[in-house]
């Protein structure tokens, strides 16, 4: 069954602060969440639908369910790391569509700046049973990325200045955002002069850490109306798991591959139709790799896609991340999906800084990665549109 324009998102909400010592994880869920649900107009009384994953504190939706008194019909907490809410918003749509559910709140928060604790999803991975074949060796997930990037480099000549122009642009778009956490504009050169992390990827290749959170409140088109607020259609969604394949991986692509096919096919759109995209960048060759799987260039020619401002705002070929995303702006819980669905609803409600709102934005993209390009991964792609789209 499509799910395509059967749910929408009435509410979206951003932890303004980047640094919370003085907030448990559990009231980090809590502030976004009343945040979420003030934007759509809406309380904790009428949802009957919750989403939430890894990050959440106890047994996760069992306990935040209770914390925040929710009476659920529905409840989902599929864990794919900063993949996950993207997936929510997929397994959302079809408990609305279906009927099951007419308001669902989807919530992210955590505390890795103040030294909090480490996602649920995360902390599990040294009991995985691929742990004692690849930490044993002192994999990393920094070390992981740059093995993609390396290969990437040698099938199709990519440069550490292309990867670099992924940053700049991000930080363009972050000078104009109040809460970024890296607010300064840099170029190519400082990138490649920051210090080397995990060759060839330098300091500003990577993501920021910081504390923080962000929610959704997804409605029925019934609700929808009723509600005095401009709500966004969800169109399309798709969801893969992409692994190693038994030491035969192929480190040049991504989930995306299969993810995004599947979320254009339901919303009935080509990559060409899309007017902004949020990509997961937990690092630079992050964004590159998916921006050739999701078929906005072709494979192999991300590098040269990026290195002439395609993803500049408002005006690039493909403006991308206007919130200075989790390079510059915000990467709550060690997660970026949920930003990524924000600032996609904000570019679609004409709400994003004006230096950056893309001129009649009809169609947003949204995707997320978990876990690593260079292991295993969860991707999933979400496809937005204006409620005329």
Known sequence: ???????????????????????????????????????????????????????????GGLSMAEYLGLRCRTIDTTETGGSSYLVHVGHAAAEIAAGRARVVLITLGGNPRSGGPTPGGSARVSDAPEAEFEQLW????????????????????????????????ASHHAQHNPH????????????????????????LDCCVITDGGGALVMVSP?????????????????????????????????GAVWSGPAAFEEAGVTPDDIDYVSIYDSFTITVLQTLEDLGFCG???????????????????????????????????NRGGMTKVVEAVRQLRG???????????????????????????????????????
């Open 1 to 59: 069954m499509s799910r395509r324009g059967k749910a929408f998102i009435a509410g979206a909400f951003e932890h303004p602060r980047r640094v919370i010592p003085d907030r448990t994880v559990a009231e980090i869920h809590a502030e976004v969440a009343l945040g979420a649900l003030a934007d759509a107009g809406l309380t904790l009384a009428d949802v009957d639908g919750y989403c939430c994953a890894g990050d959440a504190p106890g047994f």
């Open 138 to 169: 002192g994999a990393s997930i920094a070390g992981q990325y740059a093995l993609a990037a390396r290969r990437h480099m040698h099938e199709f000549g990519t440069t550490g200045a292309q990867l670099a122009a992924i940053k700049v642009a």
């Open 180 to 203: 970024a956490f890296l607010p300064q504009v840099v170029t190519v050169e400082e990138v490649l002069d920051s210090p080397m992390v995990a060759d060839p990827l330098h300091r």
């Open 222 to 254: 019934e609700v929808a109306r009723s509600l005095d607020r401009t709500c966004v259609q969800v169109l399309g969604q798709g969801e893969a798991v992409k692994h190693t394949a038994g030491g035969r991986i192929d480190l040049t692509y991504t």
């Open 299 to 333: 494979k192999g020619e991300g590098g040269g896609f990026v290195a002439d401002g395609a993803l500049l705002a408002p005006h690039g070929r493909l403006p991308f991340n206007t919130d200075g995303g989790g390079l510059c702006n915000n990467h709550p819980a």
């Open 351 to 389: 709400e994003a800084h004006p230096a950056v709102q893309v001129p009649d934005c009809t169609l947003a993209l949204a995707h997320g990665t978990g876990g690593s390009l260079g292991t295993r991964m969860g991707s999933a792609t979400v496809i937005l549109g204006r409620e005329d789209a």
